[in-house]
């Protein structure tokens, strides 16, 4: 079982960077599909970006496109989204989750941590 932990949230004025990590353990992580989320308040949760375990990016919704990008480091298990030219509108609770390739939801998810954008 996979166990994935998010850091690198915080607080930063609008058209600042943050980089957050997703941090894995527990599994082949190499062998799963990965996603970044959020989730701010009153709001569903967002689908924000997914990489194949390749590292190729499969998705990055057109909210983000050109601000955040997602990349992995299979040999530090760890999963990345930068975020750059962050808008007050980005605030929100980000979230990693895992699943292998052929599974349709993602099985493992982090704690997440909270980022807050500033105006």
């Known amino acids: 079982q996979v166990r994935l932990v998010e850091s690198g949230g915080g607080l930063v004025q609008a058209g600042g960077s943050l980089r957050l990590s997703c941090a894995a353990s527990?599994?082949?992580?190499?062998?799963?599909?990965v996603g970044w989320f959020r989730q701010a308040p009153g709001k569903d949760r967002e689908f924000l970006a997914r990489?194949?375990?390749?590292?190729?990016?499969?998705y990055l919704a057109d909210s983000v496109k050109g601000r955040f990008t997602i990349s992995r480091d299979n040999a530090k298990n760890t999963v990345y989204l930068q975020m750059n030219i962050l808008k007050p509108e980005d605030t929100a609770v980000y979230y990693c989750a895992a699943k292998l390739v052929g599974v349709n939801k993602y099985e493992y998810w982090g704690q997440g941590t909270q980022v807050t954008v500033s105006s």
């Open positions: 527990g599994g082949t992580f190499s062998a799963y599909t």
């Open positions: 990489i194949l375990k390749s590292g190729q990016i499969a």
